[in-house]
C-alpha cells in the first residue's frame, strides 16, 4: 500500500460534494481536521455522518462555512449546529440508513474511513464500526482511509481490500477511548430494578452510560447470556471472563458476540483485537427485526428523554431541540417484543438533574414521539418498574404515576383526572 500526505489525500475532495465520515471509535480525526484546515479552498460540502468522536470543526466557525452537516444521529459536537443553520437531521431507523445510499438518495462522493494496515493478503480492518460504513465504502466514488496501526482487526464483515482504498494516509494516534464515570445512585437503583427482569439465557440489547453498566454489574449470578446488540461497551467484559456471558441459547450465531460498533476503553479494543467470538456486522444485520426476533428472551434495554402518562416515548428531542437520534431503539423495541419471552425495557431517572419530571401529562411541545405507545413494554426508573403492554390509557396513566417522583405524582394524578376523569 502506498501512502500519501493527508493534504494530497484531501485535495481529492471538491467542492459540492457530499461526504460520509466513519463514527464511532472509528471517527478518521486526522483527516478531518485536515479537510477543515482547507475549508477555504471549499464551499458546499455535505457532510453525512452518524455519531462521530471529536471536535467536529466542521461544524464550527469558520469552517462550518464551507460544510454542512447532515447527521443522521446527533452527539454533543455536532449538536449545536444540528440545531442552528449550521447543520441538519435526518430521522432514519439505524436499520435502514444504509438504504439512504443504496438506493442513492443521499448518494455519496467520497468516504473517509480509518482502518487497520493490510494483512499478507491485502484486506484492512474497519475496526470497531462497521454499520453503514461498508455501504458507505461500496457506493462512494472515492474512499480515502487513515491507516492506524492501533485500530483493532475484528471478525465479521468489516474488511476492505488495500485495492478499494483510492488514497491512503500512514497515522499512528490511539483510537477515541471512553471511560466511563461511576453511576449515581439512582443509576444504581434503576440499573438493580431492570436486572430483575433478565432471565437466565436472555439475549441483550444495551448500550452506553451508567445504567446499562450497573444492570450488567446486577448479572453476575446469572447463566447462559448473550449478545446480539447495536454496541456495547466495557460493562460486558467482567461477564464474559467468569463465563456468565456464553451465547449457547442464542440461535443466531450461536456462541458469537454480535454487534455493529463498540466503543470503551483500550482494555476493550485489546479484547476485541483478532477474536473470533466477536462478528462485527452491518447494521443492516444487528437491527434487522426479523433476525432480532430469532433469538430468545431478548432484553432490550434504552432510554428516553420523557415518557407521557400514556406511554409515548421521546428519546431523541427535548422539546424542539435536536438532541440525538432515533438510532435503533425502534429496531430493538419491536424485536424484543416479538422474541418468544422478549423485554423491551425503557430505564430512566424519574427525574431531570434539575428536578423536571420526566413522566409528563404530555410530550412538549415540538418533542419526536420516538417509539410509540403500542410499542412499549416496561418502563423502569429508581421507584420500580411497571409493564404497560395490554393496559388501557388510563391503567397506563397509573402505572407510571407510580413510578414518578414522589414531589411530582400529585400533580401527574390531577392531570390524569383532567384528561381520563379519574
Known amino acids: 500500500m502506498n501512502y500519501i500526505p493527508a493534504e494530497e489525500a484531501i485535495s481529492l475532495i471538491k467542492s459540492n460534494n457530499r461526504i460520509f465520515f466513519q463514527g464511532a471509535a472509528m471517527t478518521p480525526k486526522f483527516l478531518i481536521n485536515t479537510l477543515c484546515q482547507n475549508y477555504q479552498n471549499l464551499n458546499d460540502v455535505e457532510i453525512v455522518q452518524m455519531h462521530t468522536e471529536g471536535d467536529a470543526l466542521y461544524a464550527q466557525e469558520p469552517y462550518c462555512n464551507a460544510f454542512n452537516t447532515n447527521s443522521c444521529f446527533v452527539a454533543g459536537n455536532v449538536r449545536k449546529a444540528i440545531n442552528t443553520r449550521r447543520g441538519d ?8 440508513l444504509h438504504l439512504l445510499f443504496k438506493r442513492n438518495i443521499l448518494p455519496l462522493d467520497v468516504a473517509l474511513i480509518q482502518v487497520s494496515p493490510p494483512d499478507k493478503h491485502g484486506y484492512c480492518s474497519l475496526g470497531t464500526s462497521i454499520d453503514v460504513t461498508i455501504t458507505a465504502i461500496q457506493v ?3 474512499v480515502i482511509a487513515q491507516v492506524n496501526p492501533n485500530v483493532p482487526r475484528t471478525h465479521g464483515d468489516g474488511i476492505i481490500h488495500k485495492d478499494n482504498i483510492n488514497a491512503a494516509v500512514w ?3 490511539p483510537i477515541h477511548s471512553v471511560i466511563t464515570p461511576e453511576p449515581t445512585e439512582i443509576e444504581k437503583l434503576i440499573g438493580y430494578h431492570v436486572a430483575q427482569l433478565v432471565e437466565d439465557g436472555a439475549t441483550l440489547q444495551m448500550g452506553i452510560g451508567g445504567i446499562p453498566n450497573v444492570v450488567l454489574a446486577n448479572l453476575m449470578n446469572h447463566k447462559r447470556l448473550g449478545i446480539h446488540t ?3 461497551s466495557d460493562g460486558i467484559l467482567p461477564l464474559i471472563e467468569k463465563g456468565i456471558i456464553t451465547g449457547e441459547d442464542k440461535v443466531v450465531k450461536r456462541g458469537k458476540l454480535v454487534t455493529c460498533f463498540a466503543i470503551g476503553s483500550q482494555k476493550l479494543y485489546d479484547f476485541l483485537d483478532d477474536n473470533p467470538i466477536v462478528h462485527f456486522k452491518e447494521a443492516s444485520y444487528t437491527n434487522d427485526t426479523a433476525i432480532i426476533r430469532r433469538n430468545p428472551k431478548v432484553t432490550a434495554i434504552n432510554s428516553a428523554i420523557e415518557i407521557d402518562i400514556t406511554g409515548q416515548v421521546c428519546a431523541d428531542t427535548i422539546g424542539k431541540m435536536q438532541y440525538s437520534g432515533v438510532g435503533g431503539q425502534m429496531d430493538f423495541i419491536r424485536g424484543a417484543s416479538l422474541s ?10 424519574s427525574i431531570t438533574n434539575k428536578g423536571v419530571s420526566k413522566i409528563v401529562p ?3 411541545e415540538g418533542a419526536g414521539v420516538t417509539t410509540t405507545r403500542a410499542h412499549v413494554h416496561y418502563i423502569a426508573t ?7 403492554y395490554g393496559k388501557t390509557l388510563k391503567q397506563r396513566a397509573q402505572a407510571l404515576i407510580s413510578i414518578a417522583h414522589p414531589d411530582h405524582q400529585d400533580a401527574l394524578d ?3 383526572y383532567e384528561r381520563f376523569s379519574f
Do not use: Q, W
Open 362 to 364: 404530555f410530550l412538549k
Open 382 to 388: 429508581e421507584n420500580g418498574v411497571v409493564d404497560l
Open 171 to 173: 497515522v499512528d494516534e
Open 414 to 416: 390531577r392531570a390524569a
Open 230 to 232: 447495536e454496541m456495547f
Open 340 to 349: 418468544e419471552g422478549g423485554k423491551p425495557i425503557l430505564a430512566m431517572p
Open 89 to 96: 437531521y435526518t430521522p432514519i431507523f439505524l436499520s435502514e
Open 140 to 142: 462512494a466514488k472515492i
